[in-house]
């Protein structure tokens, strides 16, 4: 069966530290992998979607960046982080030709 | 482009009523539409979900239904119990297997 990882499942760091947001996949193959931010209280807004190594899309201009350096790991990254980056992160994966997507536990980031 | 629109944003009913989220979407388009729950804490879970071929899915305690020409679906849970407790979310996919989605909808249920 197949499961999903966030790492680390909290994290508090001061404003304009950088950040790395870890997401892997198991027991599957070619995933597509997104990055969803939840703010408190509020919907799921999608950051990131990658259909393969290499390939990133971006929903929202902002100054989060995401990587896929390997078919099932999903990271992301900030520089320098503000004060509005604060949310819940939440990663997601499915099938290529499936409409279903299965989410990690997710990473509480607070920013301070 | 999509647009996913949720009601209500809290619902409060007594355990053992039943409880109804409505969503509506605008792109004739979509022919997919999940309802996920989400614990506090926790990441959504897919609970149900419905594609536009189907006008009504069960399962258990849960059910939703789609009617294509007005665009809105509705989750519906019978027989409520504390456990149903948490936040839903619907959404619905127009284009590339991504899923746009709904506010969410706070449930409560009141012993």
């Known amino acids: 069966s197949q499961t999903i990882h966030q790492w680390p499942a909290t994290l508090v760091q001061p404003v304009g530290s950088p950040l790395s947001l870890e997401c892997t996949v198991e027991?599957?193959?070619?995933?597509?992998l997104y990055w969803y931010r939840q703010a408190a209280g509020r919907g799921l807004q999608l950051l990131f979607y990658s259909v393969g190594i290499g390939q990133i899309s971006s929903e929202v201009p902002q100054n989060l960046s995401a990587s896929r350096p390997q078919d099932r790991q999903f990271i992301l990254s900030s520089k320098k982080l503000l004060l509005s980056d604060s949310g819940f992160y939440l990663c997601a994966w499915n099938e290529g030709l499936s409409y279903e997507q299965y989410f990690g536990p997710g990473t509480r980031l607070t920013v301070t | 482009g999509e647009n996913v629109e949720q009601h209500p944003s809290t619902l409060s009913v007594q355990e053992g009523d039943s409880a109804v989220i409505k969503c509506t979407y605008s792109d004739s388009a979509s022919n997919y539409f999940p309802w996920y729950k989400q614990e506090l804490g926790k990441g959504p879970q897919l609970i149900i979900d419905i594609r536009s071929n189907v006008g009504e899915k069960k399962d258990q305690r849960i059910a939703v239904t789609l009617n294509k020409t007005a665009k809105h679906f509705s989750l519906h849970i019978t027989e409520t119990q504390p456990e149903d407790s948490a936040v839903y979310f619907c959404?619905?996919?127009?284009?590339?297997?991504?899923?746009?989605w709904g506010a969410g909808t706070k449930l409560i249920i009141k012993p």
């Open positions: 027991g599957t193959s070619n995933p597509n």
């Open positions: 959404a619905a996919t127009p284009r590339n297997y991504q899923l746009i």
